[in-house]
């Protein structure tokens, strides 16, 4: 795909079935026929089976993300200078990583599919390096510590991204349908909130309880058997295994060409990178600005999740209504303003009410995000005929993961304006540093990830006239019928034709739909 506007070429004359006159489709299919697992034809796969994963992936990295900085700064002493400088390393493999995972996906030919298997082999190696980083040895020390800490941070987030590459990629291709998309992304989110409720606003309790290495054992075997139960039952297209492999290099030109993808890339690595400093900055938010025990974080971390868990249907109607783009943009404004409140809460329950508002605004940029990233790949797809998710995926998730490196300033900074280096060196201003961390950083990076988000626009009109010029086994292999059918839903004035959509929870069947 080369950007909006110079991609008119014709795929070439096309009938209502997707084939050109006087050829047949591949593998003998007719036309006027669904190709094996295409449509209803096939297996599908349930949405809360696939929604399911995003708890086994989420479990995990919640915890790591959310207290590494805690952990070895605070209660192991290391160096907030050395932290930051380790974490601007695993920014920059990280995000390396990602798009190299999506070629790979995007490439793989097996029996099994081409996303199963990765997230299968990733799954217990995501386990073993997390349970491993929270349980460095008791002699490690200085150097030492700093070494363990570096190793295992890398081999966290890679195995990570080997996971989430795959597992997001299914997304568009599992349910090319908007309606049952949507559905399935609500229920993942609801499976993720579910797993921070456990994974970040409890785990300052159950550490205190059990200590954060058996705390990693329980979530990282519970993470690898979800991701495994979650793999084993996705219904890739049987199709796509005979399409063309997309090129690397072609790849790259299409995704670097994108206008709306640096948009949308940029959009979300803002917002990703102020809400993982949030998280990680509330443990030390409440010991040293709020002055009580690190466990009462629980309190805080716990309202902004249930607050986020309780809207997730009022966003996922309101997009339903209104379209995910103009939802988009509201929630991350609501989460900015929200964010800037926080610098004013000096007590334990001022802060739990400005966490309630900023778990408002969370809720609907998750109900959104993922959504605005699927009719980009959709466009990809219906304009090019290769499904490439994830290459493209990976693309985004270089920037998401960045936010490492942004962190990274966030903790040089503090340890720069106000002295603070360890749990040990607080400085004079610790609850300055604190404030600047939650609130004032996080709160300019959401903000400018609103102001860019007004520059997204998706012409859904013309998306609708490029789609059923994709043949059905053609360089999409097989991608037409699914396509098509994602035209037929977001065309102006179509009607839904598949009979499986199901409804969000509180959905009604008159609901206006999104208009383009």
Known sequence: MTTQGDQDAAVGPATADGIEPGRSAPGGVEPGRSAPGAGTTGRTTRPVRYAVGMFGTSIPINMFLAFMAFYYINDLGMDARAYAAVLALYAVIDAIDNPVYGYLSDRTRTRWGRRRPWMILAAPLLAISFIAFFSPPDTLEGASLIAWFAVFTVLTG???????????????????????????????????????????????????????????????????????????????DPRVLTAEQPRLLDSLKVIVGNRKFWMIAVTSGLYSAGMALVIAAVAFFVEYTLRLPSGDSTYLLATVILVSALCLALWTRLVRRYGPERIWRIALIVLAGALATMYLADTLVLAIVCGALVGLGYSGVMATMDLIVARLLDEDTARTGVRREGMFLSAFGFFNRLNAFVKSLGFLAVAMLFGFHSGDDTGTRPDEAARFLLSVFPFVLVSLAAIMSHFVRFDRGA??????????????????????????????????????????????????????
């Open 158 to 236: 890679t195995s990570d991204s080997l996971v989430n590459a795959n597992y997001g990629a299914l997304l568009p291709e599992l349910f090319p349908n908007e309606k049952r998309r949507a559905v399935a992304n609500s229920l993942r989110q609801g499976f993720q909130l579910v797993a921070m409720i456990i994974s970040v606003a409890l785990t300052p309790r159950i550490a205190e309880a059990i200590g954060y290495s058996r705390t990693s054992i329980i979530f990282g075997v519970v993470a690898a058997v979800v991701i495994i139960y979650c793999a084993l039952g996705a219904r890739e």
């Open 463 to 516: 998306a609708a006239e490029i789609l059923p010029t994709v043949a059905v086994g053609g360089p999409a292999g097989g991608a037409g019928d699914d396509v098509a059918e994602a035209a037929a839903i977001r065309s102006p004035g179509a009607d839904a034709p598949d009979a499986d959509d199901a409804d969000p929870p509180g959905a009604t069947d008159d609901a206006p739909r999104p208009r383009p």
